[in-house]
Every structure is written in structure tokens, then in C-alpha cells.
């Protein structure tokens, strides 16, 4: 179950559920809904069949935010003259380059556990397989355009097998391999660390902008919405 639906399921059993406590739920109160559903369903049902309805974060969520972070990654690519792609902010770092290739390849491996194989369990499974490969194209002499073209494509691949899962798949629990922490995820936080893994290596983009001497457009609109906002006051 959730932790919000199991959240809910202790204060409903205890007679406390109410719109204060669950902001999150649309229709009737929750107190008055007898029956608790589990997790990949969309709310609570009573006796009569009525539901109601909460808003939470799932595949198409999942798949927009995603599609912010990578275009945000794609306007820095964009920006960032080839000749300063093999900058390296310190000695045994990953260049501007390799870094870009790096973020290009971060969807292959929950495609390939989720999608491809559809994995309940990573024990056994062969890492360096797949890892090999990925670590050994981030020293390939690849150009501007391509490294763009690799992010464009594995971006809109990603993107359009995310937003079309169910609830039920998400909400499926994987077991990671022995001395894993935690010991198992489920299918939704592995696939939005998908996203969270490109704001890090993002970050390090940004902070390698400013030390090549860019602003980085983040910086430059928000610049212009407080200049805007400073403007009107006056």
C-alpha cells in the first residue's frame, strides 16, 4: 500500500480522516468512506461504489517532469561551443563532452530491468553488461551534433514509454541485489531517480557554464522575471 493510502487507512480506521489532515483528496470526506482500496487504485470506494478521486504524481507526471529536465539539459548542450566540450572543471573528472554522453545514457538501464526484461528481482544480474559499454562510449570521440542527437533520442524514448504505464507497474516492488539498501524499490522510485540522476550531473553542467565564463539560461531568465518584477513595482 502507499504511504499515503496507508496513512489514510489508520486514520480512517481511527474515526480521524478529514479534509484538514488529507489535503489531497477531491469529493467527499474520507471519514465517511468505509473501505480502504490498495495501492494502484484511484481513491477510496464506499459501499455504493462511490470514489473519491485523490491527485498524486504518476506516469504522465513522471514523464513531463522528465521532459523539463532533459530539455534544460538539451538548451545547455546547445549553448556550449564544441571547443570547449573536453573542458574538465578538475583532473580524473568527466569533460563537458562526457558528461552530456554520460546523462545520454542514463535511461538504459531501467529500460533495460523495466522495459526490456521486466526484472522483479536484480539479483544475479549482470551489471557490467550493460555498465561496460555505456562507461566505455563516454571516451569515444563523439561530436557536438552527435552527443546532441543521443540526448534527443534517448530522451524521447524514455519519455514516451514512461507516460504510458499503468499504476499497477509502478507500484511493483523490485528486489535489489544482496546488501542492497533499501532491499527493494519499487518500479516508480526507480524510474523517477531517472530524472533526479540528471539534475546531478545538470548541476555539474551548470557550475562547469559559469567556470568556461557562461551564464547559464536558468540564471539569465531569471534574471529577466526579477528585472520584470522590479520594473513593475516601481
Same mark, same amino acid.
Given at each position: ?10 486514520? &480512517? ?11 489531497? +483528496? ?17 481513491? +477510496? ?41 573536453? +573542458? ?22 531501467? &529500460? ?63 528486489? *535489489? ?10 518500479? +516508480?522510485? *526507480?524510474?523517477? #531517480? ?31 522575471? *526579477?528585472?520584470? *518584477?522590479?520594473? #513593475?513595482?516601481?
Amino acid at each position: 500500500m502507499l504511504p499515503g493510502l496507508r496513512r489514510a487507512s489508520r486514520q &480512517l480506521a481511527s474515526g480521524v480522516g478529514c479534509p484538514a489532515i488529507l489535503p489531497w +483528496f477531491s469529493g467527499r470526506c474520507p471519514c465517511t468512506l468505509p473501505d480502504v482500496v490498495s495501492a494502484g487504485s484511484s481513491g +477510496f470506494h464506499d459501499s455504493a461504489g462511490t470514489i473519491a478521486l485523490m491527485t498524486y504524481y504518476g506516469a504522465k507526471e513522471i514523464a513531463a517532469s522528465f521532459r523539463t529536465v532533459r530539455n534544460n539539459t538539451l538548451r545547455i548542450a546547445e549553448e556550449i561551443p564544441e571547443g570547449q566540450y573536453g +573542458f574538465r572543471a578538475a583532473e580524473g573528472v568527466r569533460t563537458i563532452g562526457q558528461t552530456l554522453i554520460h546523462i545520454s545514457n542514463l535511461s538504459t538501464f531501467p &529500460l533495460a530491468i523495466h522495459r526490456d526484461s521486466v526484472l522483479s528481482t536484480l539479483e544475479g544480474f549482470n551489471f557490467m553488461a550493460l555498465m561496460g559499454p555505456m562507461a566505455a562510449i563516454e571516451h569515444e570521440p563523439l561530436t557536438k551534433a552527435q552527443i546532441i542527437a543521443r540526448l534527443t533520442a534517448t530522451g524521447d524514448e524514455f519519455e514516451s514509454w514512461v507516460k504510458g504505464l499503468s499504476e499497477a507497474f509502478l507500484g511493483q516492488v523490485v528486489t *535489489m541485489p544482496p546488501g542492497g539498501n533499501p532491499p527493494t524499490r519499487s518500479r +516508480f522510485d *526507480m524510474l523517477i #531517480a531517472v530524472k533526479e540522476h540528471e539534475m546531478h550531473h545538470r548541476g555539474q553542467l551548470m557550475l562547469m557554464q559559469r567556470l568556461i565564463g557562461h551564464t547559464t539560461h536558468l540564471t539569465r531568465e531569471m534574471q529577466a522575471r *526579477m528585472a520584470a *518584477m522590479q520594473a #513593475a513595482a516601481k
